[in-house]
């Protein structure tokens, strides 16, 4: 359990910066503008980031590729839960109308255009934590390439 107690630390306060960043553009009004939520991909990423770059910086030389990949996996997976788990609350409870607003070209075409958005938000997210995760892993991982020495 040791070994995921740091992922789950950044992973909920990665969802809790993509919870107040959600807050911030809903006291705008451009909670319902798509091109806005691209913005959750950065703040994922930096979150997802961080809790690499700190779990290599704990484990030093016994850090290997699995346990980063793991790291990262662990900390976007918990944030996107929380944050699905939220965005149902919101939009169910908090703000009822918020889904009507989003289902203008769909709501006549699905049943439970509900379900589709929590799971599109969630897919989103998964999604995002992989493709993330590997790319940072590029950058953390140790080479075992051999160097030759030019005379």
Do not use: C, D
């Amino acid at each position: 359990m040791k070994n995921f107690t740091l992922p789950i630390r950044f992973g909920i306060a990665t969802s809790g910066s993509l919870i107040a960043y959600f807050l911030i553009l809903s006291l705008l009004g451009l909670h319902t503008n798509v091109f806005f939520s691209l913005f959750n991909a950065v703040i994922t990423g930096f979150g997802i980031y961080e809790a690499i770059k700190y779990y290599k910086l704990e484990n030093g030389k016994a850090f290997r590729y699995s346990m980063g990949f793991t790291t990262g996996l662990t900390t976007g997976g918990m944030a996107t839960i929380i944050f699905t788990v939220f965005f149902a609350l919101y939009s169910t409870e908090l703000n009822p109308g918020f889904l009507e607003i989003l289902s203008t070209q769909w709501a006549s075409e699905y049943q439970s255009f509900e379900a589709i958005v929590f799971f599109v938000v969630a897919v989103m997210g998964f999604s995002t934590t992989v493709v993330l995760t590997l790319t940072f892993m590029q950058l953390f991982k140790t080479t075992n390439n051999l160097t030759v020495n030019k005379p």
